[in-house]
């Protein structure tokens, strides 16, 4: 009787050990399915945040230009030329140093800037006119 209960028992222990396997199974199904679909989700998220991010840059880069003469005339008044370009390149990193002597040149040939060499003249000329 003994052996007849421990085997029943063995077997119900066998029994639950194996639909606990098919369980497992189961589960890890679903977490890898569960798994696959998050990974995709996030894969079109990262696209679409890649997306939204690149229009966000080409925005930038476009308008780039004014906004860096815009600092430019900001700055002009009460700075030299060389310190506003120890700001905004060197310092700022807000164009490369070649951009930044085409934007000063941009500005002198529609005269918003007047060049040293007519800063000398207008001064040598009131000299002129004041004797």
Known sequence: ?????????????KKDVDN???RIAVLETQSQSSLTKSQAVSGSLTKSQ???????????RRSKKKAV???IKKLLPS????DIKIILVDEKGLCSKASFYRYIHSLK??????TET???LSETELRLRNK
């Open 79 to 82: 700075t030299t030329i060389q």
């Open 50 to 60: 890649n997306k939204i991010e690149t229009k966000i840059i080409n925005r930038i």
């Open 1 to 13: 009787m003994k052996k007849n209960k421990t085997r029943e028992a063995f077997t119900n222990v």
């Open 109 to 114: 040939s529609q005269k918003l800037i007047e």
């Open 69 to 71: 003469i815009f600092e």
């Open 118 to 120: 007519g800063l000398r």
């Open 20 to 22: 606990l396997r098919e």
